[in-house]
């Protein structure tokens, strides 16, 4: 049996041209034996310990025969009761060496089942989902919408605080405006505000939505996510490429920054001999209708110490008398004033609607006036009250304490004030 080493060099000096019996000279080894190294008649066999899982072959099999998708770390919790004492990577490892998992054929991932790109005409498709983002820099959640054309692969995508009928309608007319136009068909996967649970049918106000725009909505299958395959590959895309590295301390200046990497980051990818922006700008899209679908947006807000309302990166007033209760700011999409009511339903404040993140302020003379008559009312010239002097409980205190406690209250010893306040009215 030829070393490690005899076999490389045997090897090394075959392929610099040296003959058999050259080589085995040199080695020390017989013709025969180098001649039958070099054909491969003769292989090296991997020596490995046994598994460490060969005990529990039957018992893992078995279980795994019952159950092909239980997890590793449950195996790991019944082997340890069987006497098991190696890792939970040692445990993993061994599963797939000796390959005891059985292949799930129904959940296969379809990356390694046989498939097939569709071909989408200019202007057919538009591909939407949601990206839901659970860590921000501003401290809450977000969502946005993402909207990709099928053939194109051009990227369009509006932040949303939530994923509702309302919100879903006001990002995808951001959107729709952000492409300047729509495609025929929306594809989107079955989220419950476009496609009833039970049914599996579009709701009726999804219908008067793709109505409204003059396109056909599709529905991907159960369980056919890469049908929208273009989108899914933009989000993780948009995660990648922008999220990662987004310099943004607000919602309006995230969407800005995803505005600008749409537009220099995005179109400018390659496909084939054009890029994005050059595909994209010979789909044919149909021309939007002047005012976005008329949804009802209501969302809750805390009134902050100035008697302001935050929305949409800009700040509206509100009488004073609510400062810190929660109020719900209700607006209808494409009328040009927000109402923000109080939490029992009463309108309380009307405002023209300021262009989102634009960062400014309204607050009608009204509601200014009370606010300065609010402050000076509870301005005071009194010293600020001091909390760290001692005041032990008061004779008055004591007094009521010991009857609570069912005991003669103590005589009360008076002051040498009130020895004095005594002695000078004598």
């Known amino acids: 049996m030829l070393t490690r080493e005899d076999e490389v060099e045997i090897v090394a000096l075959h392929r610099r041209?040296?003959?058999?019996?050259?080589?085995?000279?040199?080695?020390?080894?017989?013709?025969?034996?180098?001649?039958?190294?070099?054909?491969?008649?003769?292989?090296?066999?991997?020596?490995?310990?046994?598994?460490?899982?060969?005990?529990?072959?039957?018992?893992?099999?078995?279980?795994?025969?019952?159950?092909?998708?239980?997890?590793?770390?449950?195996?790991?919790?019944?082997?340890?009761?069987?006497?098991?004492?190696?890792?939970?990577?040692?445990?993993?490892?061994?599963?797939?060496r000796l390959a005891l998992r059985p292949v799930c054929e129904v959940c296969k991932r379809a990356g390694h089942a046989p498939?097939?790109?569709?071909?989408?005409?200019?202007?057919?498709?538009?591909?939407?989902?949601?990206l839901e983002l659970a860590e921000t820099p501003w401290g809450e959640p977000a969502h946005v919408l993402v909207g990709a054309l099928s053939c194109s692969?051009?990227?369009?995508?509006?932040?949303?605080?939530?994923?509702?009928?309302?919100?879903?309608?006001?990002?995808?007319d951001g959107t729709l405006r952000r492409f300047g136009g729509t495609a025929r068909s929306w594809r989107t996967d079955r989220m419950a505000s476009v496609v009833a649970p039970q049914s599996g049918?579009?709701?009726?106000?999804?219908?008067?939505?793709?109505?409204?725009?003059?396109?056909?909505?599709?529905?991907?299958?159960?369980?056919?996510?890469?049908?929208?395959?273009?989108?899914?590959?933009?989000?993780?895309?948009?995660?990648?490429?922008?999220w990662r590295s987004a310099e943004a301390a607000?919602?309006?200046?995230?969407?800005?920054?995803?505005?600008?990497?749409?537009?220099?980051?995005?179109?400018?990818?390659?496909?084939?001999?054009?890029?994005?922006?050059?595909?994209?700008?010979?789909?044919?899209?149909?021309?939007?209708?002047?005012?976005?679908?008329?949804?009802?947006?209501?969302?809750?807000?805390?009134?902050?110490?100035?008697?302001?309302?935050?929305?949409?990166?800009?700040?509206?007033?509100?009488?004073?008398?609510?400062?810190?209760?929660?109020?719900?700011v209700r607006l209808r999409l494409g009328e040009p004033t927000l109402q923000i009511v109080s939490a029992a339903g009463s309108l309380i404040a009307r405002h023209r609607r300021i262009a989102a993140g634009a960062g400014q302020l309204a607050r009608p003379p009204a509601h200014a006036d009370a606010l300065e008559r609010a402050v000076l009312a509870a301005f005071t010239t009194k010293p600020r009250c001091r909390r760290k002097q001692n005041r032990p409980p008061s004779a008055e205190a004591r007094r009521l304490a010991a009857a609570l406690d069912g005991q003669a209250p103590e005589p009360a010893i008076p002051s040498l004030?009130?020895?004095?306040?005594?002695?000078?009215?004598?």
């Open 250 to 328: 607000t919602p309006a200046q995230a969407q800005a920054s995803l505005d600008r990497w749409c537009a220099e980051v995005a179109d400018r990818r390659r496909r084939g001999r054009a890029t994005v922006s050059e595909l994209a700008g010979g789909e044919p899209l149909l021309p939007l209708p002047p005012q976005p679908y008329p949804a009802e947006l209501e969302v809750e807000r805390l009134v902050g110490q100035s008697a302001l309302v935050r929305f949409e990166g800009n700040r509206y007033s509100v009488p004073p008398g609510y400062v810190g209760q929660t109020v719900r």
């Open 153 to 172: 692969g051009r990227i369009r995508a509006v932040f949303s605080e939530g994923e509702d009928f309302a919100h879903l309608a006001a990002a995808l």
């Open 417 to 426: 004030s009130e020895y004095a306040s005594l002695a000078g009215a004598r």
């Open 115 to 130: 498939t097939v790109e569709l071909v989408h005409e200019p202007g057919e498709e538009l591909q939407l989902d949601w």
């Open 201 to 242: 049918r579009l709701r009726a106000e999804a219908a008067e939505l793709a109505k409204h725009y003059g396109v056909t909505v599709a529905v991907c299958p159960p369980r056919r996510a890469q049908r929208k395959g273009v989108v899914e590959a933009a989000i993780r895309y948009v995660e990648r490429s922008w």
């Open 17 to 96: 041209g040296w003959s058999i019996s050259a080589i085995a000279r040199h080695t020390g080894r017989d013709r025969k034996t180098v001649r039958a190294w070099l054909r491969g008649e003769r292989r090296r066999e991997a020596r490995r310990t046994p598994s460490p899982l060969e005990p529990y072959r039957a018992y893992l099999v078995q279980r795994l025969a019952d159950d092909p998708h239980l997890d590793a770390t449950v195996l790991l919790r019944e082997l340890r009761a069987l006497g098991f004492d190696r890792s939970y990577p040692t445990l993993t490892r061994e599963l797939r």
